[in-house]
């Protein structure tokens, strides 16, 4: 009889053991599964490539136009470039990776482009259909920080969104964008002839849709 009683308890402290683990394992499971399926929007993502190394000055994110639409320098940071001096800055880097990578074929995908100044270090990474620009102090270790930054991108690669916000352009680009689309041209032509990423001109074509819709 005791015996039985005993067999008993062993049996349900058993049972709700494992039911407690299987409990707590799922738990953890969904925790995992809410952290690898949310998304990084591009200036968490930029905020994000500033901790990787105390050396990186900025971080930002631009377009294939020149355009920067997130990120920003390291509070407390000295800014050397300013005004059209950083805009110019912006656009020749993108300009560099987009005739760097018409040698893709022949050379493989370009990993970076590297501006080395006696104050800083200028980094372009291509990133999906974007350019991350870098800047560092100029004592940076280049390769140990590209590949420290190269594997945090192909982390998170999954769970990037880093489309640019639609009003990144006037209303006259705005106003050719939707002349063009309603004219038959392809999204690619409007890209090209209007100097924007594929992304952002489905983007502004979606959006410019909706629009009329709700216009009508």
């Given at each position: 009889?005791?015996?039985?009683?005993?067999?008993?308890?062993?049996?349900?402290i058993?049972?709700?053991?494992?039911?407690?683990?299987?409990?707590r394992?799922?738990q953890?499971t969904?925790?995992?599964?809410?952290?690898?399926?949310?998304?990084?929007?591009?200036?968490e993502?930029?905020?994000?490539?500033?901790?990787?190394?105390?050396?990186?000055?900025?971080?930002?994110?631009?377009?294939?136009?020149?355009?920067?639409?997130?990120?920003?320098?390291?509070?407390?940071?000295d800014?050397?470039?300013?005004?059209?001096?950083?805009?110019?800055?912006?656009?020749?880097?993108?300009?560099?990776v987009?005739?760097?990578?018409?040698?893709?074929?022949?050379?493989?995908?370009?990993k970076?482009?590297?501006?080395?100044?006696?104050k800083?270090?200028?980094?372009?990474?291509?990133?999906?259909?974007?350019?991350?620009?870098?800047?560092?102090?100029?004592?940076?270790?280049?390769?140990?920080?590209?590949?420290?930054?190269?594997?945090?991108?192909?982390?998170?690669?999954?769970?990037?969104?880093?489309?640019?916000?639609t009003?990144?352009i006037n209303?006259?680009?705005?106003d050719?964008?939707?002349n063009?689309?309603?004219?038959?041209?392809?999204?690619?032509?409007?890209?090209d002839?209007?100097?924007?990423?594929?992304?952002?001109?489905?983007?502004?074509?979606?959006?410019?849709?909706?629009?009329?819709i709700?216009?009508?």
């Open positions: 009889m005791q015996l039985t009683k005993l067999l008993r308890s062993y049996i349900l058993r049972e709700f053991t494992i039911n407690d683990i299987a409990l394992e799922g953890k969904d925790v995992i599964n809410d952290s690898q399926t949310n998304e990084i929007k591009a200036e993502f930029s905020r994000n490539i500033v901790t990787l190394d105390p050396a990186i000055r900025f971080a930002g994110l631009i377009e294939r136009s020149g355009y920067l639409f997130a990120g920003g320098l390291k509070q407390g940071t800014q050397y470039l300013k005004g059209s001096s950083a805009d110019l800055s912006f656009s020749q880097s993108a300009q560099i987009l005739l760097r990578e018409h040698f893709s074929q022949e050379l493989g995908n370009l970076y482009v590297l501006y080395n100044h006696d800083v270090k200028l980094f372009s990474i291509p990133v999906k259909h974007h350019i991350l620009a870098i800047s560092t102090n100029s004592s940076v270790d280049s390769e140990d920080l590209v590949d420290r930054v190269i594997k945090y991108i192909k982390s998170v690669e999954h769970r990037l969104s880093l489309h640019p916000p009003n990144i209303k006259e680009k705005t050719t964008l939707r063009l689309y309603e004219s038959g041209f392809e999204e690619e032509v409007i890209a002839q209007l100097d924007l990423d594929l992304n952002t001109v489905k983007m502004l074509i979606n959006e410019a849709t909706h629009i009329n709700e216009n009508k």
